[in-house]
């Protein structure tokens, strides 16, 4: 499985030609790719800031042929978790993505599997993945 944030999915329907090398790479890889639902509200809320027909039309495409990962009741606990964590550790982090790092996390652990937290670097900007072994 690879979740993919926000930011990447972004780029990919802007053609971002790491973002689409990206997602191209992990679907010759026979990868599921999913996002979360939160994921999934911050795109529209960007398609509703910007009132474009095409990239509302690109958005339902994308989005039909992904699976969306839900925020329950242990990825909400997850997420308060590591959200206390990090800011104990005086490293926080913004509420949203850390919802989205907890139910990667937690939709990505059955059968014990790894999970993996890449940083990748798109257009001068931080942005992260979820890939789970």
Same mark, same amino acid.
């Given at each position: 499985?690879?979740?993919?944030? /926000?930011?990447?999915?972004?780029?990919?329907?802007?053609?971002?030609?790491?973002?689409?090398?990206?997602? %191209?790479?992990?679907?010759?890889?026979?990868?599921?790719?999913k996002?979360?639902?939160? %994921?999934?509200?911050?795109?529209?809320?960007?398609? &509703?800031?910007?009132?474009?027909?095409?990239?509302?039309?690109?958005?339902?495409?994308?989005?039909?042929?992904?699976?969306?990962?839900? *925020?329950?009741?242990?990825?909400?606990?997850?997420?308060a978790?590591?959200?206390?964590?990090?800011? *104990?550790?005086? %490293?926080?982090?913004?509420? *949203?993505?850390?919802?989205?790092?907890?139910?990667?996390?937690?939709?990505?652990?059955?059968? %014990?599997?790894? /999970?993996?937290? &890449? &940083?990748?670097?798109?257009?001068?900007?931080? /942005?992260?993945?979820?890939?789970?072994?």
């Open positions: 499985m690879v979740c993919l944030d /926000t930011d990447v999915i972004i780029h990919f329907l802007r053609k971002n030609k790491e973002s689409v090398e990206l997602i %191209n790479k992990i679907l010759e890889l026979k990868q599921k790719i996002i979360t639902s939160i %994921n999934e509200f911050e795109l529209w809320k960007g398609v &509703y800031k910007i009132n474009n027909r095409n990239r509302e039309k690109s958005l339902k495409q994308f989005l039909s042929s992904i699976e969306i990962l839900n *925020l329950n009741s242990s990825s909400a606990k997850k997420a978790e590591i959200f206390q964590i990090l800011e *104990l550790e005086g %490293n926080p982090v913004d509420t *949203l993505d850390v919802m989205i790092a907890a139910i990667a996390i937690v939709k990505g652990q059955p059968n %014990n599997k790894l /999970t993996y937290f &890449y &940083y990748l670097f798109l257009s001068s900007a931080s /942005t992260f993945i979820f890939i789970c072994l």
